[in-house]
């Protein structure tokens, strides 16, 4: 049977091929889980200090080729130039924070309810930690799942979508850590099942029909599992909010990196009297994104997905207001797009496309914009625009999203608290922040009793 290739292209210049490697297949993740199950409890043993300082390496290694890798990720996955150099920066962050893991403290004691001893409780990790990371932030997302897992004295095995093949390999290859400690297998459907059948613990970040596949298995093996899925995410504009502020946040969060982020706006809820000049605003802001802000979409289906989902709108009787068209040029690339009008029942205001575009509503008051926002099946991120403390709050009690942003866009998340969202958009632990060090770890209650005999 012959060998598939895995193929990478770049999304500006379709003509470019980054890289291709063959897939390796279901047996050679079997064998690398075993091969990384042998060598988990060298890692561990090893302690603290070399966990430690193996992290902080890496950190180190991102920093010393931040040109280069901000480079890579321009060309494999279209991310803007000023984004990809920021994902770097994030990336060395991330392993930096989770470097200072390995001392911190692994349980507490206890006295016991009667007589001498003592009560402990210890985290200790699973073993091999599997992890299935997307294309569209190929060094921030495999760190934020690796980092914790291998702290705690997990080794990983880590598949990247194909689309960013090369980005997973050069961070492999830079951390430089001992063999089989963290491995890279590119690879598509047939070994990301792989790695969820023999894993002990598994991460994992795309699509929804693909998240709650691999939630069942996982689930069927019994062993833990954590998902983050689609997210339809809202922002709320008040009438009291900085109108130009709040359309140049909002247009960063449609546009930004062509809205291929989980934490991407997908709906402007305008309240009340904000509705005619927060439209003025955003057409105005939407229209002068150019290609440093929003760039290509990861490929021809994704532009076509895009581009057939505005059509069928339009023809529903959704009216665009600004974008809607793919630019003449080499690339895929497509207009940032704010649609008004559009049907509830159309895709567009159910669904997550992963693209630069949004649809406008109108609610004729708070508790309205919180309904509206709140009524998708899966939120991640919401934005809340007021000047109104008591807004602002009354917004964070009320809606049901995993992240609530207040003067802020969507589209921004802190490495260092827990990040997830509510109903379809995720399952299990959350991710980041000492979250993470929990999920790749299972608490343990030790009991220390005296052996007999006089002390």
């Not at 979409?297 to 709108?313: E, F, I």
């Amino acid at each position: 049977m012959p060998a598939v290739t895995i193929t990478s292209y770049n999304p500006a210049d379709p003509d470019d091929l980054v890289i291709a490697v063959e897939e390796p297949g279901a047996e050679a993740v079997r064998a690398a889980v075993g091969r990384a199950r042998a060598a988990q409890p060298g890692w561990l043993a090893a302690g603290a200090g070399v966990r430690s300082a193996a992290l902080g390496r890496i950190a180190d290694a991102v920093d010393a080729n931040a040109r280069e890798l901000a480079a890579l990720i321009v060309r494999e996955v279209g991310k803007p130039l000023a984004e990809a150099q920021g994902e770097v920066a994030r990336t060395a962050a991330i392993w930096r924070y989770y470097a200072q893991a390995p001392y911190a403290p692994a349980g507490t004691v206890h006295d016991t309810a009667a007589g001498p001893g003592l009560l402990l409780t210890r985290r200790r990790p699973y073993g091999v930690a599997g992890l299935i990371a997307p294309w569209n932030f190929p060094l921030a997302i495999p760190s934020w799942k690796a980092a914790p897992a291998l702290a705690v004295g997990n080794t990983a095995v880590l598949k990247p979508a194909p689309e960013a093949t090369a980005c997973a390999l050069r961070l492999a290859e830079l951390a430089g850590l001992p063999a089989d400690v963290l491995t890279v297998l590119p690879g598509g459907a047939e070994e990301g099942a792989a790695l969820v059948d023999t894993a002990d613990v598994v991460s994992f970040t795309g699509s929804t029909g693909v998240g709650r596949a691999v939630v069942r298995a996982a689930t069927e093996r019994g062993i833990p599992v954590q998902a983050e899925l689609g997210g339809l995410n809202a922002a709320l504009v008040l009438p009291d909010a900085d109108i130009a502020t709040a359309a140049a946040h909002i247009a960063a969060a449609i546009a930004g990196y062509a809205g291929q982020k989980c934490t991407a706006t997908s709906r402007v809820i305008a309240v009340g009297a904000a509705y005619e000049p927060l439209r003025e605003a955003l057409v105005k802001a939407l229209a002068a994104v150019d290609d440093t802000v929003c760039g290509p979409v990861v490929g021809s289906g994704a532009r076509d997905r895009l581009t057939d989902a505005v059509g069928s709108a339009v023809e529903a009787g959704a009216n665009v207001l600004t974008g809607g068209g793919v630019p003449e040029r080499a690339g895929w690339y497509v207009e940032p797009t704010l649609l008004a009008d559009v049907p509830a029942e159309h895709p567009l205001a159910r669904e997550e496309f992963f693209g630069p575009i949004a649809v406008l509503h109108a609610a004729a008051d708070l508790d309205e914009a919180i309904t509206l926002a709140n009524d998708t099946p899966h939120s991640l991120s919401t934005s809340v625009h007021t000047r109104s403390l008591d807004v602002a709050l009354a917004a964070a009690d009320r809606l049901d999203a995993g992240m609530i942003r207040v003067n802020a866009p969507s589209s921004g998340v802190d490495f260092h608290l827990p990040f997830g969202g509510t109903k379809g958009a995720s399952h299990g632990d959350r991710e980041q922040g000492q979250a993470a060090l929990d999920f790749y770890t299972v608490s343990r209650t030790v009991s220390v009793l005296p052996g007999g005999g006089a002390l």
